[in-house]
Structure formats: C-alpha cells, structure tokens
C-alpha cells in the first residue's frame, strides 16, 4: 500500500522496500515490529514526536531496541529540556497515529534528530507512515530525503547509555 511517505520518497527519486506486517492494536514496540518484518531491533527506527522547553516540536529518531536519552536529545537541539509530546498531540501535529510516525510526508517539517548508529547499517526500516508497514531504504537516502523537505536531520548520540 503506498503512503504519503513512500510517495514523498517516491518525488525524490529515492529507492525503498515496503514491508508490510499484521498489526496487533495493543502492541507498540519497535522490537516486535522488527520481528515481524525480519530485521534486527536496532536496525528498526521509531520516529517520537517531542517538544523542546522553547515548545518547539523535534522529532527523534532511535533504533527500536533503545531509548531515547531526552537530556541528549535537549543538548542536540541547543535548549534546555526535551520532553515527549502528548499522546493526544500526535495525530493533529504530525497527521500520523502513534506507531506510524515518520518525518517524511508529516504535516509539518519538524527538524529531525536522528541516533549515530543509522549510520553503521547498509539498511534501515522507518515507519511508512500507517501502521503495519515499514519502509526498509540506505541510511543515505533516510538523509537525503530527512533533508530535502525545509526542516532539517541532525546526526547525533541519542540513547541512554547501557548501565554496567
């Protein structure tokens, strides 16, 4: 099924697979996501729409197998706080349900913090936009197209660190 994602990528001439997977209404996790499409949990991405202490909306994207560091995140976005938007802020902001968040297509272009790590795969899988679809592309072209809309994607350490 194509999304508003994949044909935002499909105006930039960028190459992806479309996976598809069946979707439980109460489970979110990024782990069970990637198991179902077959690929490592920390090659899987979740997109969270946050907001900062300025209450401009960021979004962060991490590997489906980690946590986000939100004093990483604040420190990446130059303020003070980060914080995780409301559920209920999430559709109206961003034109995505929970669990379909994606920066590409989104309502409004948020600038993007993205984890270090996307850089170490040959592929990585993002929300499609819609739950039950997972769009699997380069990390490249993750950036080139985060990039080409009037927000931007930063590269950064975004992930708690693993305790001893």
């Given amino acids: ?16 697979e479309l996976r598809e ?3 439980d209404p109460e489970e979110f996790s990024a782990v069970i996501v990637a198991e179902k499409i077959g690929m ?9 729409l946050c907001v900062t202490s300025e209450r401009e909306h960021v979004f962060a994207v991490v590997p489906g197998s980690e946590e986000l ?13 980060a914080e995780m938007v409301s559920l209920k802020d999430v ?8 669990g379909g968040v994606t920066v590409f297509g989104a309502k409004k272009d948020f600038p993007a913090y993205v984890d270090e790590t996307l850089e170490l795969f040959d592929v990585i899988s993002v929300s499609a936009g819609t739950r039950g679809t997972q769009i699997v592309m380069s ?12 927000a931007s994607a ?4 975004l992930t708690k660190d693993a305790r001893p």
Avoid: C, W
Avoid at 69 to 81: E, H, V
Avoid at 91 to 98: A, K, S
Avoid at 154 to 157: E, P, Q, R, S, V
């Fill in 91 to 98: 559709e109206p902001l961003t034109g995505y349900v929970r």
């Fill in 69 to 81: 560091d939100f004093k990483k995140l604040a420190r990446a976005a130059g303020t003070r706080k």
């Fill in 40 to 48: 490592p949990p920390e090659q899987v991405f979740k997109t969270l």
């Fill in 154 to 157: 930063t590269i950064a350490a």
């Fill in 21 to 23: 997977y069946a979707v």
């Fill in 139 to 150: 990390p490249a072209d993750y950036l080139r197209a985060a990039n080409s809309g009037k």
């Fill in 1 to 16: 099924m194509k999304t508003n994602a994949a044909r935002y990528l499909d105006s930039l001439g960028i190459e992806y």
